[in-house]
């Protein structure tokens, strides 16, 4: 004897699979893809089945527990509260209490329905494709009045053709439909996976899983280029570091005798505020004295200089700020 909805999922519900959650304030989010988060029906095992499972999917293979695997209902809010619960025949309406009513439920002449006010709703029940049967049976409920009506058709049609539902897989998916107001609906629908579209199916995949391949070699590239850009960046601003570490403020100069030779003893201030002295070895083209035309405040970075015995000889330089009589005579303009 087959077993009614009931029967099966009695005992037996791991949590909800839904297509929004809650953003700020409260208020629905729509979501593009399949998700299980904590509520009142739905454990935090559930969320950890279905996360290790899936990653944000759109299409979910499912297997039917029943012959009969979704239940519809109409309701009716006021704000967070339902005041009205039906089957289509009888329904029961709360007040502001709580407090129940049974009434007729004729959904044709409902003002409320055809105000838009009551809508239909349903809730459908599979096991799902990655997650073990023993874990559980799956909820989705469904919002939707036309993905209602699309999955109401499959079902129908398989039960027309004698077709066991709790013996073949089916696709869940999501359909994506512009919103009247603005924005993205998504409407679930479902679809029996058979060896033509089993093929269909691997193929589309195969072809997903080769882009994929493609986009991670591009970005793979993209990231060795970004990161050979960022290295010598860096090794640009090393060296532009260690460059003004050794950078000096003239201070002054005077003459000095060097090896029997009259040269430019020159005094500076280090990044550290300590003093020093330079003697200047001048060359054949004398190129290298344009700092005894500068004044104190001006900044040179040494390129090239030799120890010897108890002096330092500065060979080459190059002046990174300079302050000369023509500068000065510039300011006091």
Known sequence: MEKSLQECIKGNLLGNVRTGTRGENDRPVKLAYFNVHIDK??????????NKAYKNPNKIRI???CQKPMVTYYERYEGKRRTCYGNGNKAKVFDEKGKAQIIECNVNDCPYRKKRECKKAARLYFYMEKIPQEEGVWCFPIGSE?????????IERANRLGKDLTNCWHELYLISEDAPRGGKNYIPDIREITSDN???LNKQNNEKIEENKTQIQKDNTNNDNVNKSNNANQESKDKKSDALKNCLMYKGSQMTIYKNQK?????????????????L?????KDNEQILYLKPG??????????????TILYQYKVLKAISDEIENKKAV
Request: hydrophobic share 40%; proline share 7%.
């Open 41 to 50: 029906s739905t454990p935090s095992l559930a969320v950890e089945l279905f």
């Open 298 to 311: 001006s900044i040179i970075l040494p390129l090239k200089t030799i120890k010897e015995d108890t002096n």
């Open 63 to 65: 297997k039917f527990v």
């Open 198 to 200: 089993i093929e269909t």
């Open 263 to 279: 040269v430019p003893k020159l005094k500076f201030m280090n990044v550290q505020k300590q003093d020093l002295e330079l003697i």
């Open 146 to 154: 036309k993905g209602i009506s699309y999955i109401e058709q499959r």
């Open 281 to 285: 070895m001048p060359n054949e083209k």
